[in-house]
């Protein structure tokens, strides 16, 4: 083989050691890249979080308060003020689902139907109507 030959074979084996070495180093860095682009990430969502977090907190203890104040004041309103009653399995269950069902409180006294002011005694009421 001529000298040229061997030069250019050298030439190519040291570009190839070169390049090889510059993609070995562009892979270190990119990794280091993406630590640091992680540990970013983490420190804005901490922060992010943390002030989202505060920023709740001073926004909603007032209303909390307002909200227990509004309470205490609710429950000291007048007790013959109306109220609704749901019918349960216990207490007027030939009602549950009925469309004439009214289970309202007025005075101390429920008020459950046209039909039947104090309910009806077993499962089946003649006048039940589905809700529609």
């Known amino acids: 083989m001529e000298q040229w030959q061997k030069d250019l074979v050298e030439i190519v084996e040291t570009v190839a050691d070169e390049v090889e070495r510059f993609f070995l180093g562009m892979s270190e860095m990119v990794d280091v890249f993406f630590e640091l682009t992680e540990e970013f990430t983490e420190q804005v969502q901490t922060s992010i979080a943390t002030e989202v977090d505060q920023y709740l ?54 008020l459950v139907c046209a039909m039947h002011p104090h309910g009806w005694d077993d499962e089946s009421c003649p006048d039940w109507e589905e809700l529609g």
């Not at 004041?73 to 109220?83: E, K, T």
């Not at 609704?84 to 429920?110: D, F, M, R, S, W």
């Open 57 to 110: 907190q001073d926004l909603t203890d007032p209303i909390l308060e307002v909200y227990w104040e509004l309470e205490d004041v609710v429950g000291d309103g007048d007790p013959g003020f109306p109220y609704g009653v749901e019918p349960t399995p216990e207490k007027n269950p030939a009602c549950i689902g009925c469309h004439n069902y009214h289970g309202q409180v007025y005075g101390g006294n429920l």
